[in-house]
C-alpha cells in the first residue's frame, strides 16, 4: 500500500518569512496529492491539491510542487501570518483503482509562526 | 449550505463495550468516509460508503463496520472495543466516489478505558 512520509514535524518560523513542508510518497500509481490544515479542535480542511498531470499549482500565498519521477510533492507558504499556525498534513492517493477518499496522509507538521 | 456534522463531540467507554458514532453529510454529497486519527498522527483511511454500500476499507479489522442511509447519513460501529481504538474519528463527504474534496466534520474523541 502506500506510505506518505513528511517533514519536519515541526516548524516556527518568523511572521512574514515562508515555510516549507516535504512529503514523499512510495504508490507510483498515487496521482492525487492534497494539503491539508487542521487547527486546534477541528477537522482538516483542504487548502490546496495537486495532481500528477500538473507540476505546480499556486493559490494566492499558497503553492504546491510535484516531482512525481522523485516521488514528492512540497507545500510553500509565503508571508506567513499567525492565522497560519496550525498542523498541516500532506495526503495521496489513486484516484483511479483506490478512489479519491481513500486518502494517505502525512504524520503532519505543526507551524508555528511567531510574531 | 450545512457542513458536515458529527455527533457525539466526546465520550468514554470501557474495554469490551461498543459503539456507534453519528455524521450528517454535508447537503448534496452522497459519498461519506471515516477516519481514524490517533494522538499526533495523521488520520487513517478505516472505509467509504456509497449509495448505501461500503466500496472500499483500508487496513481495519471486522469489528468496525458502518452504514450509511438514504439521507446520506452515516454510522460507523465499533464492536469489542480496546484501548487503541482510542482517537478522533473523522466523517468526510464529498460529491463523487473518487475525485474532489472530502469536507470533514470535527470529529468524535473516543476514549476507551
Redesign the interface.
Known amino acids: 500500500?502506500e506510505n506518505?512520509e513528511?517533514h519536519p514535524s515541526t516548524l516556527s518560523v518568523q511572521e512574514g518569512d515562508s515555510a516549507v513542508i516535504k512529503c514523499t510518497y512510495s504508490d507510483s500509481a498515487s496521482n492525487?496529492f492534497?494539503w491539508?490544515k487542521q487547527e486546534l479542535?477541528?477537522?482538516?480542511?483542504?487548502i490546496i491539491?495537486i495532481r500528477s498531470n500538473v507540476g505546480e499549482k499556486k493559490d494566492q500565498r499558497i503553492a504546491v510542487t510535484l516531482n512525481k519521477t522523485a516521488k514528492h510533492f512540497s507545500l510553500h507558504i509565503t508571508e506567513t501570518q499567525p492565522e497560519d499556525s496550525a498542523v498541516y498534513?500532506c495526503?495521496a492517493s489513486d484516484?483511479?483503482t483506490?478512489?479519491?477518499?481513500?486518502?494517505?496522509?502525512?504524520?503532519?507538521t505543526q507551524l508555528k509562526v511567531e510574531l | 449550505e450545512t457542513g458536515?456534522t458529527q455527533s457525539p463531540t466526546h465520550l468514554i467507554k470501557t474495554r469490551g463495550q461498543q459503539v456507534t458514532l453519528r455524521c450528517s453529510s454535508q447537503s448534496g454529497h452522497n459519498?461519506v468516509?471515516w477516519y481514524q486519527q490517533a494522538l499526533?498522527?495523521?488520520?487513517?483511511?478505516i472505509f467509504?460508503y456509497y449509495r448505501e454500500e461500503e466500496?472500499?476499507r483500508?487496513?481495519f479489522p471486522p469489528r468496525f463496520s458502518g452504514l450509511q442511509f438514504p439521507n446520506n447519513s452515516s454510522e460507523l460501529n465499533v464492536n469489542a472495543l480496546e484501548l487503541d481504538d482510542s482517537a478522533l474519528y473523522?466523517c468526510?463527504s464529498?460529491s463523487?466516489?473518487?475525485?474532489?474534496?472530502?469536507f470533514?466534520?470535527?470529529?468524535s474523541r473516543l476514549t476507551v478505558l
Open positions: 500500500g506518505v513528511q492525487y492534497p491539508y479542535g477541528k477537522g482538516p480542511q483542504l491539491d498534513f495526503a484516484e483511479v483506490g478512489g479519491g477518499n481513500k486518502l494517505t496522509f502525512g504524520t503532519g | 458536515v459519498t468516509s499526533g498522527q495523521g488520520p487513517q483511511f467509504q466500496n472500499g483500508g487496513n473523522l468526510a464529498s463523487g466516489q473518487g475525485t474532489g474534496e472530502l470533514f466534520g470535527e470529529g
